[in-house]
């Protein structure tokens, strides 16, 4: 079941990623305006920070029972290649060779990591 909270938990926090990059596209008028009423005016932002705190949740559920040097690098691993996904598929994002070797250097480092786990 901790797996299966690792795995929400990477979700929402891709999820929070994107839905802020959304919001950022949508853009703010925040010349004299408190942090509050700035967030108020983007509810694509505001999603975007509930869904950080519920992957908070769900990352703590899941480390209850998986090592923290196996949970965090599958969270920032996983939550790179969706929200890299979308970036290329939904936002047309270019990348480079470079960038597709990397990925996979990537996907290879966390094969390994959780592979070899204790």
Known sequence: MS??????????NATAN??????????????GLSFGQIIGQNA??????FFFALNAVFYFLALKNVPISTAY?????????????????ALKEQVGLAQVVGYALIITGIVLVFAFKK
């Open 3 to 12: 797996y299966l909270f690792l795995a929400i938990a990477f979700v929402l």
């Open 18 to 31: 994107i839905l802020l990059k959304l919001g950022a596209l949508k853009g703010i008028a925040y010349q």
């Open 44 to 49: 694509i932002a505001l999603l975007g920070l």
């Open 73 to 89: 690098p599958v969270m920032v691993v996983m939550s790179l290649l969706i929200i890299n996904g979308y970036a290329i598929i």
